[in-house]
């Protein structure tokens, strides 16, 4: 990877306007930043379609966005109004990175381990959402979140090189069917990171080596090759917060170096 390519989520825990919180990101070393695709209720900038000039204006690059998951398990609806009403929402989310210069779009297949088998509902979903971004010449990345085996199904069903994988470390230690070795498996097609750490009972969102992922374990499967970002996706807890925002994302950035130079 190129190892300017550092970049982190937008939101990490402090209550800020975003205009703050992009700032001490930059300050702090980051280079990428990830944004959440829906408006930030309260905030000085409310609308996501005024982030993108703001994060260009701070000499930050948007690595993605993430698209809003609460219906996704809808995704495999054998309901068609259902299903179509989250396909459509998607791809809208994809004309969105086109309009506004953004190669990629992370999004969630599942949630809440309610989807208990893949189905050919999903493949079609997926497959036409695909099909959107091929045309608009933007990338998804699913994210792995709480089965491997419907990222696994959805990945080994769809060929597309505008398909690919966001790898979650903390999701890792805690979905179903963690014998399917994600990283492994798909490294070649590894589009985006979410990097954090927990204590292996839930997502716990830390810094890396503040919880028990074995990060030796994870340079074993990680991509040689992967020339994206290596972004985090952590948030501050109470003891955290007992310190800045600017020493919280210090404290992020020595952690993410330490874990680029192990990995590469």
């Known amino acids: 990877m190129t190892k300017d390519k550092i970049g982190i989520f937008s939101w990490f825990g402090y209550i800020m306007p975003i205009e703050e919180r ?18 930030e209720e309260g905030l ?21 966005i993430h698209a809003p998951f609460c219906s996704s398990n809808n995704l495999w609806s054998s309901d068609e109004s259902i299903r179509r009403e989250i396909v459509n929402k998607h ?26 088998e893949p189905n050919n509902m999903g493949i079609r979903s997926l497959g036409e959402i695909i099909e959107v971004a091929e045309e608009y010449g ?13 990222i ?21 230690e805690i979905a179903s069917n963690r ?10 097609r590894l589009f985006a990171t979410h990097i954090s750490d927990n204590d292996g009972l839930k997502d716990r969102h ?8 074995n990060w030796n374990k994870i340079k074993e499967d990680f991509p040689e090759d992967y020339n994206g970002y290596l972004s985090m996706e952590i948030c501050a ?22 874990l680029r130079d192990l990995l590469f």
Not at 91 to 116: R, T, Y
């Open 152 to 172: 696994h199904y959805i990945l080994s069903n769809l060929a597309s090189p505008n398909i690919g994988l966001c790898f979650d470390t903390s999701h890792n």
């Open 91 to 116: 791809i809208q989310w994809i004309k969105d990175c086109s309009k506004f210069n953004i190669p990629l779009m992370v999004m969630h297949i599942s949630e809440g381990f309610e989807i208990k």
């Open 179 to 188: 014998e399917i070795n994600l990283l492994k498996l798909y490294g070649n």
């Open 138 to 150: 933007v990338k998804v990345a699913i994210e792995n979140t709480d089965d491997n085996a419907l």
């Open 237 to 258: 807890g109470d003891e955290d917060k007992e310190s800045s925002p600017e020493e919280y994302i210090k404290k992020a950035y020595d952690r993410i170096i330490k």
């Open 44 to 64: 000085t900038i409310s609308k996501k379609e005024q982030i993108p000039k703001l994060v260009e204006k701070l000499g930050l690059h948007i690595e993605n």
């Open 22 to 39: 992009l700032k001490i990101i930059k300050d702090g070393g980051f280079t990428g930043v990830a944004i959440w695709w829906e408006d």
């Open 206 to 213: 830390w810094t890396p080596f503040d919880g028990n992922i």
